[in-house]
């Protein structure tokens, strides 16, 4: 069983928005940190955003400040991203992380993250 499965993505003109959802399978992210990298061909992986538990604290990547948010439903194992005013750079497969060793402090390091779903594809055409 996958333990995150990623969903939403999808092409969509400049300026539009897509919602992303990240089902986790087991009780282990009930308390971890989760959060969303991206990659676009031929780039280095790179952090978008990332939510403590209990939605207490969410960190963003300085180009998706203010366009992207980041929220998660504990009942229901489920983290988004809702992508606003999304812009043909923001193109990239995004993946679902999951960091069940901090509940409260958020690693932006890819090192930090323990689960990785396989991603959903987002492409904005201009």
């Known amino acids: 069983q996958v333990p995150l499965v990623e969903t939403g993505g999808g092409l969509v003109q400049a300026g539009g928005s897509l919602r992303l959802s990240c089902t986790a399978s087991?009780?282990?992210?009930?308390?971890?940190?989760m959060g969303w990298f991206r990659q676009a061909p031929g780039k280095d992986r790179e952090f978008v955003a990332a939510?403590?538990?209990?939605?207490?604290?969410?960190e963003y990547e300085e180009s998706v400040k203010g366009r992207f948010i980041i929220s998660r439903d504990d009942a229901k194992n489920i983290i988004y991203l809702q992508m606003n005013n999304l812009q043909p750079e923001d193109s990239a497969t995004y993946l679902c992380?999951?960091?069940?060793?901090?509940?409260?402090?958020?690693?932006?390091?890819?090192?930090?993250?323990?689960?990785w779903g396989q991603g959903t594809q987002v492409t904005v055409s201009s």
């Open positions: 992380v999951a960091d069940p060793k901090r509940a409260h402090v958020i690693s932006r390091a890819e090192v930090s993250f323990n689960y």
């Open positions: 087991g009780g282990t992210f009930n308390r971890a940190v």
């Open positions: 939510i403590t538990y209990n939605s207490g604290v969410a």
